[in-house]
């Protein structure tokens, strides 16, 4: 404890999704580079914890749910830190961080500007800019310090433990693919149903790949799901993975393809090529820097990510993406 009370104490939110969090790793171990004395707390929702675990540039992981947990417990966390860093948008750590007397308050204002001590303001290209280049100009301008664009575009994930391979291992083996066998992975539903696309498309662009290259697509998610895929080109994972499984299933296959979500931030960290799918959202803003194929219809209204009170609730800009167009886009990499 006395070690820690001499180290400069960072306290790092980012309450989102998981692809959130993994977005937010570059700044984190650039952080670690810069402040190689700090410790680093980063405080995650429960959903992302397992991603992230074990990171060496992260000392600790602090959970919390709004939901479920008190005003109190987040304040009493916050005390003793000399640097808060608001990655996020939220408004709450922003207000506990200035009750607990955090002496330099780093955020987007967003509400909240009356709570933080070193105010960024909301740009419009902010909206249009890959979001660990948008993280990382908030961090430099809050802290005067320089994060290099380059060190952004690395993304960090925890590996899977040898239990986890293991049993993802025997998993695909059951399921019919033999080791070493190359494959495709892909996870065709998204938390979002304006970024889904059709699953009998994804079906057809499966049995074309098996088709014409002999490569199987191993299928994952989690949820609900009742689809016949085609039994001789699919892998059907559903349901019986964890994150650091699906880590090692995106790292060792041949390419990833998949809607804007999670699994392309793991394929980035992984260094695994991916092609994806954008509608509503903005590949500007979302897509990897490297090993990337964008297929998207170009329709006028897209994308709008939602923003400014978007209320779309037809996505036609995932119905015109047509299987031709996905399956141009795999060959490039399927070919090399």
Same mark, same amino acid.
């Given at each position: 404890m006395n070690k820690i009370k001499n180290m400069k104490k960072i306290f790092v939110t980012k309450q989102g999704g998981i692809g959130d969090v993994i977005l937010?790793?570059?700044?984190?171990?650039?952080?670690?580079?810069?402040?190689?004395?700090?410790?680093i707390t980063f405080m995650i929702l429960p959903n992302a914890v397992d991603v992230v675990k074990g990171l060496p540039f992260i000392d600790e992981i602090f959970v919390y749910d709004k939901r479920k947990d008190s005003f109190f417990k987040l304040?009493?966390?916050?005390?003793?830190?000399?640097?808060?860093?608001?990655?996020?948008l939220t408004y709450r750590p922003a207000l506990i961080g200035s009750f607990a007397r955090i002496p330099?308050?780093?955020?987007?204002?967003?509400?909240?500007?009356?709570?933080?001590?070193?105010?960024?303001?909301?740009?419009?290209?902010?909206?249009?800019?890959?979001?660990?280049?948008? +993280?990382?100009?908030?961090?430099?301008?809050?802290? @005067?310090? #320089?994060l290099p664009r380059n060190c952004l575009n690395q993304l960090y994930v925890a590996a899977a433990n040898q239990n986890d391979i293991t049993d993802l291992c025997n998993k695909m083996s059951d399921t019919g693919l033999l080791p070493g066998e190359k494959y495709v992975v892909s996870s065709p539903i998204t938390a979002f149903y304006l970024k889904d696309w059709s699953l009998d498309k994804w079906n057809m662009l499966y049995r074309r790949i098996y088709r014409n290259y002999g490569i199987k697509s191993v299928v994952f998610g989690n949820g609900n799901l009742s689809y016949q895929w085609d039994k001789e080109a699919v892998i059907d994972l559903w349901g019986m993975l964890n994150l650091r499984q699906v880590g090692?299933?995106?790292?060792?296959?041949?390419?990833?393809?998949?809607?804007?979500?999670?699994?392309?931030?793991?394929?980035?960290? +992984?260094?695994?090529?991916?092609?994806?799918?954008? @509608?509503? #959202?903005?590949?500007?803003?979302?897509?990897?820097?490297?090993?990337?194929?964008?297929?998207?219809?170009?329709?006028s209204c897209s994308p709008c990510d939602g923003y400014h009170g978007s209320t779309c609730t037809d996505p036609r800009c995932m119905k015109k993406i047509a299987v031709d167009d996905v399956y141009d886009a795999c060959k490039k990499f399927l070919d090399a």
């Open positions: 937010a790793t570059p700044i984190l171990s650039e952080l670690k580079k810069i402040y190689s004395d700090s410790y304040w009493n966390k916050m005390r003793g830190y000399d640097i808060a860093i608001y990655l996020d330099l308050r780093i955020g987007i204002e967003h509400k909240r500007g009356f709570w933080l001590t070193k105010k960024i303001k909301w740009q419009e290209y902010m909206d249009h800019t890959y979001e660990p280049y948008v +993280m990382g100009n908030v961090v430099s301008e809050g802290l @005067g310090i #320089t090692e299933l995106i790292k060792n296959a041949s390419l990833l393809v998949n809607s804007c979500s999670m699994p392309i931030h793991i394929a980035a960290a +992984m260094k695994t090529s991916c092609v994806i799918l954008y @509608g509503y #959202t903005d590949p500007k803003r979302w897509a990897p820097r490297q090993a990337c194929q964008i297929v998207q219809s170009n329709l």
